[in-house]
């Protein structure tokens, strides 16, 4: 499939902390957007079961609103990645911060043994914002104040991993039209 005709994986997820190698995802939100006509292919929404609540950080947690109740259902890594993986087939990783959910994306990949069928080439909003936008005044520029300035509502709180993925495909589609 040719670079251009790949559908594109905008991406977010919520997490017990910053550092993937000793915290975990704890929700994926995907949108998968046709490269072209940039209308939504798919999505996907889904909380995921922590092993290791005990390393989570307590900032962490109150951003992402965790509770036990609401992830009650909550389905194993594992599940989550083999669907995500499904989904996201052929398709281009991007992010607002692609190092932070790429990180802990890949770290689920091989932690689980899922494979991994995307294109190896991720897209980084923040650089695209940053390039397009370094003229406009703009000081900074993370997700709710690229999506403050570009007239998108910023990400309700507690942050989801659903509103993420939409704020960011909001933003992508300002910034390629």
Same mark, same amino acid.
């Given at each position: 499939?040719?670079? =251009? *005709?790949?559908?594109?994986?905008i991406t977010?997820?919520e997490?017990?902390?910053l550092d993937?190698?000793?915290? *975990?995802?704890? *929700?994926?939100?995907?949108?998968?957007?046709n490269?072209?006509?940039?209308?939504?292919i798919?999505?996907?929404?889904? /909380?995921?079961?922590?092993?290791h =609540?005990e390393? $989570?950080t307590?900032?962490?947690?109150?951003l992402?609103?965790y509770?036990?109740?609401?992830?009650?259902n909550?389905?194993?890594?594992? $599940?989550?990645?083999l669907?995500?993986?499904?989904?996201?087939k052929?398709?281009?990783?991007?992010a607002h911060n692609?190092? #932070?959910?790429?990180s #802990?994306? =890949?770290k $689920?990949f091989?932690?689980?043994?899922?494979?991994?069928?995307?294109?190896y080439?991720p897209?980084?909003?923040?650089t695209?914002?940053?390039m /397009?936008?370094r003229?406009?005044?703009? *000081?900074k520029?993370n997700?709710?104040?690229?999506?403050?300035y =570009?007239?998108?509502?910023?990400e309700?709180?507690?942050?989801r991993?659903i509103?993420?993925?939409?704020?960011?495909y909001?933003?992508? /589609?300002?910034?390629?039209s």
């Amino acid at each position: 499939m040719k670079i =251009l *005709e790949r559908p594109i994986a905008i991406t977010d997820v919520e997490t017990t902390g910053l550092d993937p190698t000793i915290q *975990e995802i704890i *929700e994926v939100g995907l949108v998968l957007v046709n490269q072209q006509t940039l209308e939504i292919i798919d999505t996907l929404d889904v /909380k995921v079961r922590p092993k290791h =609540l005990e390393t $989570a950080t307590e900032f962490a947690l109150k951003l992402n609103g965790y509770n036990a109740i609401d992830w009650h259902n909550a389905l194993a890594l594992q $599940a989550v990645m083999l669907i995500y993986s499904a989904k996201a087939k052929d398709a281009i990783f991007c992010a607002h911060n692609v190092t #932070f959910d790429w990180s #802990f994306i =890949l770290k $689920a990949f091989n932690k689980t043994g899922v494979e991994n069928l995307m294109d190896y080439h991720p897209i980084d909003l923040f650089t695209m914002a940053l390039m /397009k936008l370094r003229n406009s005044g703009l *000081e900074k520029f993370n997700m709710n104040e690229v999506a403050k300035y =570009l007239g998108i509502p910023e990400e309700p709180m507690p942050h989801r991993a659903i509103n993420g993925a939409m704020t960011a495909y909001e933003i992508y /589609k300002r910034l390629v039209s």
